[in-house]
């Protein structure tokens, strides 16, 4: 969104008219006067919602919100409260780049519609609060300055149906900034942004917020907050250093212990543990709230909010129905919809003509899909393209994909709707990538705004669907997206590895197991489910997490532990070949003193340490034909030192490579509502 610079009564209108053209800005349009409801009227005016999309940082935008309501009937679809991705109130308010690229709800060159789509008049709605395809809309920032979240918000009131302030981001970049869930110990900073947007807004305020330590402590922190003005409060019902491997569940008790205790005309939302649509409702009696939000279950599920269709209806292609009740909507038939959206309320295009989802009943014809076999690289659409720009010279490339000088496309690039497609397509394509790597691979070198590179990737996900409904067809049964081990299984390992898959470990509490979660969430590959965490007792057992109050336990690489290896000075590790096979046992000390190293001064690695390992080496390389004791060993030489040495590094690189895999994967898989 862009807003002009003011302008004075006295300046002349061709002045102003030319100011505004040239600087492609355009005035917000103008609301008609309403009298400013709060509390539960608000929440009644907008229709009373029980189900809301959580703001999740550049995952929430306009196509994908649009995309949850899809699957509600029209007249239904308002009944989803939707929050936009959480905005930095500072850089909203003094950056009108920042919010181009990320809040477009009017029409301008800018925007992400092609140029020949935005002939329209400058007040025309386009994306984000439009009044008939995105409300009930609130408005998510984060702060700790009043004065900048009010310049913020005055911003988008004209747009949105409330403002929120975001008190529950757990992450560190939310520590350094002071801000989200960092807010919580300081009250009466908090209370100052509600309240400043209570008194100045023309809309109502809101807030999220996470549990504290203590139930009572959580409810003198949300009376603080509805003190100050808040209309709606969202409990998330984690502490805030529950993020990660330690995200654990959320405490539905201490939700219900506020809703108990609060006014019962408090609007209340309540945030954690939604996995599934059934678990919408359970939320609900549980705690007694007035509504359920979900992020992460609705990343993996986007039909999250939907009721299963009817058994009746067996024209719905889109959906997968297997025995027992299990089903779910088709990847394929949610990427279709996805990719529409984007090509019809993004780019201003018409989506291209799709032929009927396959059905492995359908008879031989045109609507049969293609028979590719998507566990074949390089048979897949696309493969020749990407080989072809692989073959082309470093300039080319790097002008293809940057869209080179003169391109037009930068802010097709920076677009919100386009450049979270990729991340939502990780998300959503979860047990499917994991199965098929090509598709993976694939969608890991589409750029923003490639649209023709997201519909070969849809392609392919077609193709692979196919095949699973095929092998489900014939079969009766459908396979993981887990690898097949290299020897075939034995009866009594298959019995094991089934039992050991299908109960916790006779350690652990049943409320420490995901076990559970996981076969009620299970699904076939190409079908849309949420991805279960494992809990932080699990984590625990597996390495991925230290107990807390407990030293980390090193990793054992060829026998040594990673806690025993030093890192050179410059804070990386040298690429050197695998280090020799160290000796099973230790061997006595040399009959002679070895010769010493002189010290390097480029180098802080101490030499001593490495020599007896060398000589190890040395001698476990050195094949003996007789049991007698190992003679002593010669002299340690420079350059044995340097084979130690370089022995030490490659094992360290090991030992860092595993560590940095594994908070790459926390990284990938954090949580990422506030």
Known sequence: MTV??????????????GALQSSQTVAPM?????????????????????????????QSEFAWRLLTRSFLPREKRSGILAYTPMFHSRLFAETAKYREQNFQPIKTDSACASASSST?????????????????????????????????????????????????????????????????????????????????????????????????????????????????????????????HNTGLADWSTIRYLRDNLPPDTVLFANGNILQHGDIQTCLDETGADGVMSAEGNLYDPTIFTSPPPPSDVSNREYWRGHGGIGGYRMDAVLRRYFDIVHKYVLGTHPPARRPLFLPTDPPGPNEAPVISATEPGTQVGEDEHQQQQDEPPSKKRKRDTGGRNSG????????NLSAMQAHLFHLLRPLVSKHTNIRDALARCRAGDMPAY????????????????????????????????????????????????????????????????ERCRRPWWVCQSHVRPLPAEAIEKGALTAKGKKSQPHNIAGRDVSEMQKPSNGTFRDVAPPLPLSPSPLPPPATPPTAIPPSSSSTRPATPAIPRAAAAVAAATPSSSPAPPAPAPPVTQPVAVAAAAAI??????????????????LKERLISG
């Open 455 to 518: 519909e070969a990737v849809l392609s392919m996900v077609e193709a692979a669907t196919a095949d699973g409904l095929r092998e489900h067809e014939e079969t009766g049964s459908w396979t993981d997206a887990i690898p097949k081990p290299k020897k075939p299984p034995t009866e009594n390992s298959t019995k094991a590895a089934a039992a050991a898959a299908s109960s916790p470990s006779p350690s652990m509490r049943p409320d420490e197991s995901s076990v559970a979660a996981v």
């Open 120 to 244: 329209a008049s400058d007040s025309q709605e386009f994306l984000d609060g439009n009044t008939s395809i995105d409300r009930p809309l609130i408005v998510q920032f984060c702060a700790n300055d009043p004065s900048e979240l009010l310049k913020a918000a005055q911003l988008v009131q004209p747009y949105c149906d409330a403002v929120d302030l975001n008190l529950g981001c757990p992450q560190g970049i939310a520590k350094r900034g002071k801000y989200g869930a960092f807010l919580q110990e300081d009250w009466d900073l908090i209370y100052k942004l509600i309240n400043t947007l209570h008194r100045e807004l023309d809309v109502p305020v809101t807030a999220k917020m996470r549990i504290l330590e203590s139930k009572q402590r959580t409810l003198d922190y949300a009376r603080t907050i509805l003190s100050a003005g808040a209309s709606i409060l969202t409990v998330h019902g984690r502490q805030r250093e529950q993020k990660g």
């Open 4 to 17: 002009p610079e003011p302008l004075t009564a006295s300046q002349p209108a061709d002045d102003r008219d």
């Open 30 to 58: 103008p609301s008609p006067p309403r009298k400013k409801l709060v509390g539960r009227r608000f929440y009644e005016s907008i229709g009373s919602p029980k189900m809301i999309l959580a703001p999740m940082v550049d």
């Open 409 to 416: 496309k930068k802010s097709i690039r920076t677009c919100p």
């Open 649 to 666: 590094n490659a094992e360290a690189s090991v030992a860092e490579a595993v560590q940095v895999d594994v908070q790459d994967d926390a």
